[in-house]
């Protein structure tokens, strides 16, 4: 079975300064994978790399996405193919209607993939469906883009995001950060509900908790840039018992 994605050897660096150190992973289809790791370890900065953010430059390596080189890739080229990146902070976007910037980035991908675009009145019943799925309030459909949202209607709005666009791979950056234990529920029920044979996750988090409701397959520990331990689910509590120290010592 070829991997979702394949990173060999990835290292990157902001500002002339090196981050990523050399991470090697690899995602099959139907898989969710786990990065753990202290502060200042690397992850969020893989998530931008991956995600082609500018400021950070890949400096060696690959990553092979869906059999392509994604390195070479734009950032807007990247998503059109099927990557999802939820951030840790969300950004509102006063004036911007949900609903339509929701119809108009399903078009996007649509017309990428040599399908019909939906008029708004067919992509309104189809968000209607994906809310209900979700168990979402039909209200965030006229709401600005996560526009004086909380924490958890921002997260629980990826969500719903990442259910329009139906990506390849999701890679959620701290998806779980600054939520009460209700709304990590309902986040991670959502998440599970969008989990198939075809489409893999990898989630960064700190904490275990998230990992309470979503299982993963593995569990990597990300510290000075690389990977330096990998397991099952039972390594996340590990974690919460005992913290890092005992890994990276």
Excluded: C
């Amino acid at each position: 079975m070829n991997p979702i994605i394949e990173i060999q050897d990835l290292h990157a660096e902001i500002d002339e300064k090196e981050i990523l150190t050399g991470i090697s992973l690899r995602v099959l289809p139907g898989e969710v994978h786990a990065i753990m790791g202290p502060n200042g370890s690397g992850k969020s900065t893989l998530s931008k790399v991956l995600a082609g953010h500018p400021q950070y430059k890949a400096s060696k390596g690959t990553v092979t996405f869906k059999n392509e080189n994604l390195l070479e890739m734009s950032a807007e080229l990247r998503a059109r193919k099927g990557l999802f990146i939820g951030y840790q902070y969300p950004v509102e976007v006063a004036g911007v209607n949900n609903a339509e910037f929701l119809r108009l980035a399903y078009n996007t991908k649509q017309k990428e993939a040599g399908l019909e675009e939906a008029d708004p009145l067919d992509f309104d019943m189809l968000l209607d469906e994906k809310m209900k799925f979700l168990d979402m309030d039909a209200r965030f459909k006229e709401r600005d883009l996560n526009s004086g949202f909380s924490g958890g209607e921002k997260k629980r709005n990826e969500i719903l995001q990442l259910s329009i666009l139906n990506p390849t791979l999701s890679i959620l950056d701290e998806t779980d950060s600054g939520l009460d234990i209700d709304a990590l529920r309902i986040v991670a029920s959502g998440l599970n509900k969008l989990r198939r044979s075809d489409n893999a996750f990898i989630l960064i988090t700190h904490y275990q908790r998230l990992l309470d409701y979503i299982e993963p397959n593995q569990v990597h520990v990300l510290s000075n840039g690389r990977i330096i331990r990998s397991g099952d689910k039972e390594l996340a509590k590990e974690l919460e018992e005992q913290g890092y120290d005992w890994l990276t010592k």
